[in-house]
């Protein structure tokens, strides 16, 4: 007979959006809750909203989120009397696990022996091949043969420690490259290798069991729309499963469950081949950040299902309840696709979900009254952070998960991509619209899935759009001339008069140039004949273009570097205003390398005197808990290196200076 153990006070060993996530089921419930913060996290979201925070000295992950005894200690000093480790950090630490209870708190999480045997990917696969369950084998000794192979962090995921390599003469560096982020990431420099499948499918399980034998399978999903090996948009149920293989699935998860003893909220993940045929890939003992999708689709709230399991309650019935309608979940990251996914920082100015939602809830539509039937437009936030945050370069750069539930899968990605085209995203660059464009794509639609989708289609979802781009200053422009004035006229006439020229350079580069004039009837835009102005101010511009009428919305902020941002129902377009004539010693040497992001520099691979490639690696910086290499800037001799292993960089900082060929 297991004894029950109420929870009072639950402390979330996280931060961001996963805190915010199970304070709020705490708050349904009556629980009360504790923060643990950094440093840069002291005014963060999630903890203002808990009933008490403590502080955890630094910034970086390996002296805060890291510290197992900080934390602990953290939770008994606040009096919680229970643990929740949210994801990432010390999720899947068996260690920490054993030292809550042996502080004699609740871990609301699986047993440490069952997290100890699948938080090392290795040894979870030798159980599962011994259980009779495909894998895809660890490679002790790659061979030409095998390539291309996947180098994984054996702890830990979210593609950090993850790398594909395709030259066996590349492998002693990837191999050194993973275990150094594995063990920032995770604290476990382990990794292992994989046959690499380019085209497979990401499908996995999620899992539910309690200390009374009763083991979910709580439907499935679908991960395969990746980049960097970390999920971008996942969605309930995996669309086109055969009946056959889904069932095969969810008893091949159920069965890994029942083999280590599991209790609590955990994945098993598999990868689909194109052949069919389906390998086991790991089991993530936590609970995962796409569980939205699955709680929209059932109903249910796992958070809540997670904690009444760590009180000793049995699940509500033998078996889960059934799906109904499609949900699908898009991350919206700080990053720029087009820049090989440059992660980005800065002050968010403004975050703002059009359509009518669920602003930050404990679960998914439908909560305790079935999926779908939530009052509301069927569409959720969940956010780590809010108008006027602050981006830093020290966590991961995931900004918020907005999940949309409908009856079809068509309807769900249609509500979904129309939800994030009209949202305002005012601060760093974000994969708002790679994501937009990814879910109106026609191999999305008809659920052409694989794991290479993004780079496959990398051409057609990071495109600059040229046209969007110069309306976009137009209004600009326009709106600015509207702010300067005491009033301003309806109409342009085709008057003479001096012309007034504005300069804006959008985020991919592309500058535009607006020439406008003021007439005694209005103004007159001298590049865009064919646009009438219907009413401007400061904040609003209304143009029509033949029959069309269309609003945009303008918003400004800074100083003289002006960042302008220019809304409208299909989409955002980021500008920085110009100076009319560019200072030409600002120009930067084409020889000279400045950091893309602020960062902290890992290691170098070039030295002073080397003849170097453009393109060729030459440092590697990490930001956002990930390594991101720096290559050179043209062919040509390295003639300065300024960085060094261990400095941390600001944007724009010059790294290193190489003297060009043609000089």
């Known amino acids: 007979m297991t004894s029950k153990t109420p929870i009072t006070n639950l402390l979330v060993a996280n931060r961001g959006e996963i805190a915010r996530r199970v304070f709020r089921t705490c708050r349904e419930l009556g629980i009360a809750t504790t923060a643990v913060h950094s440093d840069p996290d002291a005014a963060a979201p999630h903890v203002r909203e808990a009933d008490a925070a403590v502080r955890l000295p630094g910034a970086a992950p390996a002296d805060t989120y890291l510290r197992g005894e900080l934390i602990v200690r953290a939770a008994l000093a606040a009096g919680a009397d229970a643990v929740h480790p949210g994801y990432g950090f010390l999720s899947e630490s068996a260690e920490f696990a054993r030292a ?25 696969k030798r159980l599962m091949a011994e259980a009779g369950v495909p894998v895809l084998g660890a490679l002790a000794e790659p061979t030409e043969a095998d390539l ?17 390599v395709r030259r066996l003469a590349d492998l002693p560096a990837e191999l050194a490259a ?3 982020e594995a063990a920032k990431a995770f604290g476990s420099d382990e990794v292992f290798c994989e046959r690499y499948l380019p085209t497979g499918r990401h499908v996995e399980v999620q899992l539910l ?10 439907g499935d999903r679908d991960c395969s729309l990746q980049r960097r090996h970390q999920k971008v948009v996942e969605e309930a149920p995996a669309p086109g499963l055969p009946a056959d293989v889904r069932a095969e699935l969810h008893r091949a998860a159920v069965n890994a469950a029942r083999a280590i003893g599991y209790v609590g909220a955990g994945t098993a993940e598999f990868l689909l081949a194109e052949d069919g045929r389906c390998y086991f890939l790991e089991m993530n003992t936590r609970l995962q950040v796409e569980h939205p999708v699955t709680e929209a689709v059932t109903g249910l709230d796992l958070v809540a299902l997670q904690l009444a399991v760590a009180e000793g309650e049995e699940l509500p019935g033998p078996t889960p309840p059934p799906t109904t309608g499609h949900a699908i979940e898009a991350r919206l990251y700080a990053e720029d696709p087009a820049k090989d996914w440059q992660p980005a920082t800065g002050t968010l100015h403004l975050l703002e979900l059009a359509h009518d939602h669920q602003e930050f809830t404990g679960a998914g539509p439908g909560t305790g009254a079935g999926p779908g039937t939530a009052a509301g437009s069927g569409l959720r936030l969940d956010s780590g ?11 991961d ?16 990605a249609r509500k979904l991509a129309d939800a ?7 601060g760093p660059s974000t994969n708002r619209e790679l994501l937009v464009r990814a879910l109106r794509h026609p191999a999305f639609l008809a659920a052409r899935l694989n794991t290479g989708f993004l780079t496959e289609h990398a051409a057609e979802l990071t495109a600059p759009d040229t046209k969007g781009v110069g309306r976009a200053a137009l209004a600009a422009a326009l709106a600015d001339a509207a702010a300067r004035a005491t009033a301003l006229p309806s109409g342009w006439r085709n008057l003479p008069s001096q012309a007034q020229v504005k300069r804006y350079r959008a985020a991919d580069g592309t500058e535009s140039e607006v020439r406008y004039r003021h007439t005694r009837a209005g103004l007159l835009a001298e590049d865009h004949p064919d646009v009438e102005l219907v009413e401007a101010t400061a904040e609003l511009v209304v143009l029509r273009e033949g029959e069309v009428r269309r609003p945009y919305r303008v918003a400004r902020y800074g100083g003289r570097a002006q960042q302008v941002y220019v809304d409208t129902l299909t989409g955002s377009t980021a500008l920085t205003a110009l100076p009319r004539f560019l200072d030409p010693t600002a120009q930067a040497d084409p020889g000279a390398l400045l950091a893309p992001m602020p960062g902290t520099v890992l290691r170098t691979s070039a030295a002073v005197g080397d003849a170097v490639t453009a393109g060729q690696p030459l440092l590697v910086l990490e930001a956002m808990k990930m390594e991101h290499r720096v290559t050179a800037p043209a062919d040509g001799i390295l003639v300065e290196l300024l960085a060094t292993p261990g400095r941390q960089v600001e944007l724009g900082t010059l790294l290193a200076v190489v003297q060009t060929t043609e000089a």
Not at 107 to 123: E, F, R
Not at 420 to 426: F, M, Q, S, T
């Open 148 to 164: 291309p192979v996947l180098v994984k962090a054996a702890a830990g995921g979210g593609g950090r420690g993850m790398r594909v």
């Open 420 to 426: 994030l085209a009209r949202a305002r995203i005012h």
């Open 178 to 180: 993973a275990r150094a």
């Open 397 to 412: 750069a995931m900004l918020a998960k907005v999940i949309a539930w409908a009856p079809t899968r068509a309807a769900a």
């Open 100 to 124: 809550v209870l042996d502080a004699g708190l609740v871990w609301v999480g699986p047993p440490p022996a069952a997290i100890a045997a699948m938080g090392s990917k290795t040894a979870a």
């Open 209 to 218: 069991a309690d200390a009374h034998g009763t083991v979910w399978a709580v």
């Open 385 to 395: 952070v809010e108008s006027g945050s602050e981006i830093t370069p020290h966590y």
